[in-house]
């Protein structure tokens, strides 16, 4: 026979149950056994954050082009969650959903500078309880500065053929 002997709620809004149990004791996704005829329980029952995320996604790119991420969380009581990305440029915290506890989302995005960013992204139930950050470094490179050096110096060799006769050499080395 099971009898709950008393509850109260706590200042976290978990909630304190005892009393005795034959058998198997219920309480959502956990499960007691009994030892015995009759066992006695204490039972702190409250909402648990989902996972950590997982993000998966491109590491590098180029800004301006639009990058596609996905994330995945559970929930440990199976709560819709609540996605929220930071992706390191200052636009601010963009939030998605609720989703079904344990189904992959998506994000699209695109950087609109060059420079390296750690996108972050956390879940949130439906009841508040946030998961620890996840994080991704995303490199959208600078190479045009790489480019303007070299096309200056090809410009410096057309307008002076012969004023730099090491370098000229060099440079058909590897032409």
Same mark, same amino acid.
């Given at each position: 026979?099971?009898?709950?002997?008393?509850?109260?709620?706590?200042?976290?809004?978990?909630?304190?149950?005892t009393g005795?149990?034959?058998?198997?004791?219920?309480?959502?996704?956990?499960?007691?056994?009994?030892?015995?005829?009759?066992?006695?329980?204490?039972?702190?029952?409250?909402?648990?954050?989902?996972?950590?995320?997982?993000?998966?996604?491109?590491?590098? &790119?180029? $800004?301006?082009?639009?990058? !596609?991420? +996905? #994330?995945?969380?559970?929930d440990p009581?199976?709560? /819709?969650?609540?996605?929220?990305?930071?992706?390191?440029?200052?636009?601010?915290?963009?939030?998605?959903?609720?989703?079904?506890?344990?189904?992959?989302?998506?994000?699209?995005?695109?950087?609109?500078?060059?420079?390296?960013?750690?996108?972050?992204?956390?879940?949130?139930?439906?009841? &508040?309880? $946030?998961?620890?950050?996840? !994080?991704? +470094? #995303?490199?959208?490179?600078?190479?045009?500065?790489? /480019?303007?050096?070299?096309?200056?110096?090809?410009?410096?060799f057309e307008?002076?053929?012969?004023?730099?006769?090491?370098?000229?050499?060099?440079?058909?080395?590897?032409?």
């Amino acid at each position: 026979m099971d009898v709950g002997r008393g509850i109260v709620t706590l200042s976290d809004d978990s909630t304190v149950v005892t009393g005795s149990f034959e058998g198997i004791a219920d309480f959502g996704p956990y499960n007691l056994t009994s030892q015995g005829d009759s066992d006695v329980f204490v039972a702190k029952l409250g909402n648990q954050p989902p996972s950590t995320p997982t993000i998966d996604g491109p590491t590098e &790119g180029t $800004a301006g082009e639009q990058y !596609t991420y +996905e #994330v995945c969380s559970t929930d440990p009581e199976g709560d /819709d969650i609540i996605y929220c990305f930071d992706f390191g440029d200052d636009s601010g915290e963009i939030c998605i959903g609720p989703f079904t506890s344990g189904t992959c989302q998506t994000i699209d995005y695109t950087w609109a500078e060059e420079g390296t960013y750690v996108v972050k992204v956390k879940a949130t139930d439906v009841y &508040g309880d $946030a998961s620890d950050w996840a !994080t991704l +470094e #995303v490199v959208m490179p600078v190479t045009q500065q790489l /480019d303007t050096h070299i096309t200056l110096l090809q410009r410096i060799f057309e307008l002076f053929p012969n004023a730099f006769p090491i370098l000229r050499q060099l440079r058909g080395l590897y032409h």
